[in-house]
């Protein structure tokens, strides 16, 4: 089945700089790549998706990237403020494939 | 308001003292997961449901039953409850056939622990 890592583990940053986060998966048939950010307390919540026909995606301050051949994607945060402090989670999945792989989540910490 | 809900919230409970742990989703989706949360583990998911009475094992099944006679409920059952149960879970619905079609939506987390 699909492995999925993140890194690293836990990544601070000054708020109003960017922060970037890295995944890697091992099955080649991977197709689609989510992102969800868990505030503290509370459920994750997607905030981007990116399907493997795509190289990047914006909205707004984040971003996602894919490298299909180098088997990563990255989320990238702009002009982080307080409110981007969470865990995120990346997770990936075949087409067709009924079960989502997730990484083990990277805390985020925007120093005020 | 679109919502997935869980019950209890928070339980303590012992070791062998059989539990269910409700999921309700408004949305009227196919698919229907769940998932334990555990320090440096991520989330790992336990089984999943593709629709009414079709249910498959996920990466953690052990120690868990789950049913899908109706679309909207997905109940998780802890027939003899165990302390490496002990964690948050998570209920997840989607639409379409699959997490890889749609957003997973999550209800806001049952956290267990078994003495």
């Known amino acids: 089945g699909e492995n999925v890592e993140q890194h690293p583990s836990t990544l601070s940053v000054q708020e109003g700089d960017s922060a970037v986060i890295k995944c890697t998966y091992s099955?080649?048939?991977?197709?689609?790549f989510p992102w969800y950010k868990q505030e503290l307390g509370k459920r994750p919540q997607l905030i981007i998706d990116?399907?493997?026909?795509?190289g990047e995606k914006k909205d707004q301050r984040i971003a996602v990237t894919l490298n299909k051949t180098a088997k990563h994607f990255s989320l990238h945060i702009t002009e982080t403020q307080p409110e981007d402090s969470a865990v995120y989670f990346c997770?990936?999945?075949?087409?067709?494939?009924?079960?989502?792989?997730f990484g083990k989540g990277n805390q985020v910490v925007v120093i005020p | 308001e679109a919502q997935v809900t869980q019950n209890p919230r928070y339980l303590i409970t012992v070791t062998g003292k059989k539990l269910t742990v409700t999921c309700s989703q408004n949305?009227?989706?196919?698919?229907m997961s769940w998932y334990r949360q555990d320090p440096g583990l991520g989330l790992r998911q336990i089984y999943y449901?593709?629709?009414?009475?079709?249910?498959d094992k996920g990466d953690v099944p052990e120690g868990y039953k789950v049913s899908r006679k109706e679309k909207r409920n997905f109940p998780l059952i802890l027939e003899s409850p165990s302390p490496n149960q002990t964690s948050l879970y998570f209920c997840?619905?989607?639409?379409?056939?699959?997490?890889?079609?749609?957003?997973?939506?999550f209800g806001e987390g049952s956290r267990l622990t078994v003495l």
């Open positions: 997840a619905s989607s639409s379409r056939t699959g997490p890889n079609t749609g957003e997973l939506f």
């Open positions: 949305m009227n989706h196919e698919y």
């Open positions: 990116i399907r493997s026909n795509v």
């Open positions: 449901s593709m629709n009414v009475e079709v249910t």
């Open positions: 099955d080649s048939a991977s197709n689609y």
């Open positions: 997770a990936a999945t075949p087409y067709g494939n009924n079960r989502l792989a």
